[in-house]
């Protein structure tokens, strides 16, 4: 008698909202477990952001302050918006990406779009990080508030509620200008670099015959160098950011009136005020943040991605 066959077919590739919808857990995860965990980084450095007079010890001695002055409790305020917000930009962001690359790469050709994959890394990250900054927004201006004024509200729903009642929806969105100006350029240089150096090391260590603990390793590599590039590009408006959240306007002020105030007022010096906190912070967590993406990624099965790089 003829021994049977057993034809043992591979699992099927996901597609379409059953892969994207992973990609936004994975992107959400990652986000606000990174931007949460550096939240006392983030606190220093929106104090000296906005009081560099008084946090002029850099970043160390910027914790120093903030605990001497205020007890460590204080190094967590802001931890509210912080985890929300990012956890809704984060799966824009990340989702929106892998879904624009995916419709670019389609609507030009897997070759065409292979040999224009800068010119797409580049769209996609902008056009996820404009959806994922409409989120992001009005849980971004609560944390600098509670961060800039720590006697504001109590937490998340009491600083949202406050400014709601007291200035109105178009208080949330008094930063969207310089969140689109500090996150889109930002998010570009994130994925652009990212993917860049991605490509150089499995150029040289194709991915196959790598462990995932090393596929970890060399995300992370990669993350930290697009973190500085990205930290680099945007810090001038993340400074701006922090400036127009931290008071409201006066009666009549425009925010475009204002932004022109405050970078007058700041200067390009001014403007990169922070820049070593924001370096050591921004670089640490998008590390954190692609190394997280891609073992979840990996876990959930969300394998069927567009894959441009050469």
Do not use: W
Request: charged content about 15%; glycine content about 14%; aromatic content about 10%.
């Amino acid at each position: 008698m003829a021994a049977a066959q057993v034809t043992l077919s591979e699992p099927k590739k996901l597609e379409g909202f059953s892969l994207y919808s992973r990609f936004a857990l994975a992107g959400a995860v990652c986000c606000s477990v990174t931007h949460g965990g550096l939240t006392p980084v983030d606190v220093v450095k929106t104090r000296i952001q906005l009081d560099p007079a008084t946090y002029n010890r850099g970043l160390i001695g910027g914790f120093r302050q903030v605990i001497q002055n205020e007890g460590a409790g204080a190094l967590l305020t802001g931890a509210g918006p912080t985890f929300a917000g990012y956890f809704l930009q984060g799966a824009l962001k990340f989702g929106g990406y892998e879904f624009f690359k995916a419709q670019f790469v389609n609507g030009l050709g897997a070759e065409t779009a292979s040999n224009n994959r800068t010119a797409i890394y580049l769209a996609s990250s902008a056009a996820a990080e404009f959806f994922a900054d409409i989120a992001l927004c009005p849980l971004e201006a609560t944390r600098i508030r509670l961060v800039s004024e720590p006697t504001y509200a109590n937490g998340l729903i009491g600083g949202f509620s406050k400014m709601l009642k007291n200035e109105g929806v178009g208080a949330f969105y008094a930063g969207f200008g310089p969140i689109l100006f500090k996150q889109i350029p930002y998010t570009m240089a994130k994925f652009v670099v990212f993917e860049k150096v991605s490509e150089a090391v499995f150029r040289q260590f194709p991915k196959e015959t790598l462990s995932d603990g090393m596929q970890t390793t060399a995300n992370l590599g990669s993350g930290l160098i697009a973190g500085f590039a990205a930290a680099i590009v945007s810090q001038p408006a993340d400074t701006m950011l922090s400036k127009i959240n931290k008071t409201k306007g006066l009666p009549g002020e425009g925010t475009t009136s204002r932004l022109i105030k405050i970078g007058r007022e700041l200067g390009l010096r001014g403007s990169y005020t922070g820049i070593g906190a924001r370096l050591f912070m921004v670089g640490t967590l998008t590390a954190g943040q692609f190394a997280i993406y891609g073992d979840l990624k990996k876990a959930m099965g969300a394998t069927g991605g567009v894959e441009i790089a050469k």
